[in-house]
């Protein structure tokens, strides 16, 4: 593969960054000397306790949703359910901060739904606690987990259930004991990205009053000025990252999947008019809360304004797509040149595999490698040098899927196939315009929309990278919900929440149309 040696020339500055990032990163954040009066053992076993009950309740939570929606949706037949097999995953434009100064305004003391309760004896709880945080956390990232086990389902779902109805099990019988065991791979991937996801949080737990090892961090790098203090904060956070990276693999490792693809054509099962009335209201209750309830409060919120600043939002709305497309171009182009250098280079799969693993790692302990790495080593700031410090962070975080698809797209390249390449062995460029592409296109696409849709979600890094007076639109979300400001947040939040549901939809479409990625 002769024709490919180009791509793995191009791929080896990002493989030497960020091998030396991670390495750079460890050497500052465990040998230099900090300020152990900040770090003491008593505040590291609170953000530890926090951050892992925060991060468990979220994904078990969210297993609970979403399991059995993606088993209905799957294999039931019930008013809507076209419908909901694919609303029900909007929650994900939805930024978990979002999510939660939304909710802490519809259950604050001085809300109308709260004043209105409160005049029939009712008084609605707290949600600024773990439990509350969790609930808010598993509503906007339960999509994570749905979309995974339903793709699951797709694969194993119809031979096994038909086998399993075979031998007399009934319906739940048959779910349980056959259904559950194989689509165990796809829970604990989709649980994964729910912990990940949510120990890279930022701006929900802190409008939630959770402190978690983000916000310890952030508090050590901005409310002390301590950074050394806030590079050893985020090693022990990567470390517990990696802890969780090796459970999850060991778990997917002991659940072997029980059967493959069908081409057979699965009958949904009929249900009773009750039972279909059941699961209809259920679907729609869950829909109204997670998508139709927060929508329309942004709604009231930002219209109810005496002068609305939908306007005013629209300088950081092209500050937030310069970062989405900026990011994304920059991650795909290096991913689809790791994933050709992968196909090429046996040796090189190893450093591939690690410098393609940062969506495991939080924002904020990227940004904080980043910033900790270039004042020790070039006593400056990364954040001189405009966006581009926010680009390499984004890419190295977001550079997992964008890879992941692409790679899986040249794997399906045939032997034979790439035999008949010899005779572009010598040009790099036809054999790449004229087989390769047409290979990856579907998968760039995708890796493209998904790049950017993160990359204009992600709020600490952005907080912590973003060069002085750049502003964005999930930064100044969190600098209006940091003061408590619910109806100037919900301009930003609409905007947002528009261009990711756009990105939503062209997902959703793209892997329609290209289900082999």
Known sequence: MQNLKIWTYLSLPWLSFAIFFFCAFFFIAFFKEIDSTYISNSYLSGLFFNTIMLSLGSAILSSLIAVPLAILVTFYKFPGQKFFSWALSLSIAFPAYVYAFIYVGIFEYASPISEYLRGIQINLPSIKNIYGASIIMSMALFPYIFLLTKAQLSYVGAGLFKAAKSLGDSNLRAIRRVIIPSIKPAIYAGMALVIFETISDFGGVSTLRVETFTVGIYDAWFGYQNYYS?????????????????????LGAKSAT???????????????TLSQCTFTIICALLFIVIFCVPLTQLMIWHFGEIESTFY????????????????????????????LSYKKSKFLRPIISISSSGYAVPGSVISAGLLVGFDFLFNTSITLYGIFGLILCLSLRFMTPAFNYISSSLANISKSSENALTTYSKNSFKAFTLFYLPQMRPAISLGIMIVFIESIKEQPATLLLRPVGFDTLSTKIYNYTSEGQWEMASGPSLLLIFLSLIFVYLINKNLDLNKNI
Request: glycine share 4%; aromatic share 18%; net charge neutral.
């Open 230 to 250: 806030a590079a050893r904060l985020a090693g022990y956070l990567l470390i517990f990252v990696l802890f969780i990276i090796f459970l999850n693999r060991y």
């Open 258 to 272: 029980l059967a493959t693809k069908t081409a057979e054509t699965f009958e949904r099962i009929e249900l009773s």
């Open 312 to 339: 005013q939002n629209f300088d950081i709305f092209f500050n937030s797509l310069l970062i989405g497309i900026s990011a994304a171009i920059f991650t795909v182009f290096f991913a689809m040149s790791l994933s």
